[in-house]
């Protein structure tokens, strides 16, 4: 949204702000959501459907000066084509340079509590995770010491081409996750068991098979880390019963793994 609402101002597009004000039974969104729109194009969404293309084309005969500003009251119900059975109150308004600052201020402070999460390994897994989790309401940081692995890069995404990982994982904010999948064991283990004897981290994955697991859990009991810290560790990862190795299904099912224990859910870091 920021970048979008950067071109749009500086090629002088009037822009248009829908926001639900209030949501009351089922609806698609909650209050508060918006999405700013220009002649051409539009960021955010109120809940898709009938009732976003009604706003939408509201918002730009407003910027066409052939429509108002105001607030409707709208039932998502037959009278719509919508079965939500809910209601919302939508206010739609030209956004003025005030209300713009203010929008940009607010996603970049929400941009900067998002959680973090770091990927460690540019394989042809790496790459297929990197495209999925990029979209997704996180900080993604992809590390990896070799340049040419990395291809084409997602937007937002923050590369770290360095062999450091230490630093890299020393720097991880508290509530962070860790997917580790570099090219060797070895460093697995070590990345895995130094980001495990933390006690802050929400989530710690490791691509692998539960045979992989069962030697790198020995390992860890050898060199003294506890039995809690083990169980916290997601091995195999994505894990939903489904046989499919090709990477762009595991990193779908990856990154639905990192919604419900990352984004969402209290007990990321319980024992699968």
């Known amino acids: 949204m920021i970048a979008a609402l950067a071109g749009w101002r500086r090629d002088g597009w ?12 089922s609806t698609p969104r909650e209050a508060g959501s918006f999405m700013l729109v220009v002649p051409g ?17 509201r918002a730009r005969a407003l910027l066409a000066g052939t429509g108002t500003a105001g607030e409707l ?3 998502l119900g037959p009278e719509l084509g919508q079965c939500c059975g809910g209601r919302v109150r939508v206010r739609i308004e030209r956004a ?3 209300m713009l600052d203010a929008i940009v201020r607010d996603a970049e402070t929400a941009r900067a509590a998002l959680p973090h999460l770091l990927l460690f390994g540019a394989g042809h897994v790496g790459r297929a995770l990197a495209r999925a989790l990029a979209p997704l309401p996180l900080r993604l940081v992809w590390v ?19 062999e450091s990982w230490e630093e890299v994982l020393a720097a991880a904010p508290a509530g962070a996750g860790v997917l580790v999948l570099t090219p060797s064991h070895r460093l697995d283990a070590l990345i895995v068991g130094a980001a495990l004897e933390r006690d802050d981290l929400r989530y710690v994955g490791l691509i692998g098979s539960r045979t992989k697991r069962r030697g790198f859990e020995a390992g860890f009991r050898a060199v003294g880390l506890g039995p809690e810290r083990i169980a916290r560790l997601v091995c195999p990862i994505g894990d939903r019963g489904i046989r499919d190795k090709r990477p762009e299904i595991i990193a779908a099912l990856v990154a639905a793994e ?4 990352l984004l ?3 007990d990321a870091g319980a024992e699968q």
């Open 258 to 261: 990192i919604v419900e224990r």
């Open 73 to 75: 009251e709208i039932p």
């Open 41 to 57: 194009a539009l960021v955010g969404t109120i809940g898709g459907g009938r009732l976003e293309w009604e706003c939408v084309a």
């Open 144 to 162: 990896d010491p070799r340049e040419e692995e990395f291809g084409l890069v997602p937007d937002g995404v923050v590369v770290r081409m360095t």
């Open 14 to 25: 009037p822009v248009a702000r829908v926001s639900i004000r209030a949501a009351v039974g």
């Open 96 to 98: 003025d340079d005030v």
């Open 264 to 266: 969402h859910g209290d």
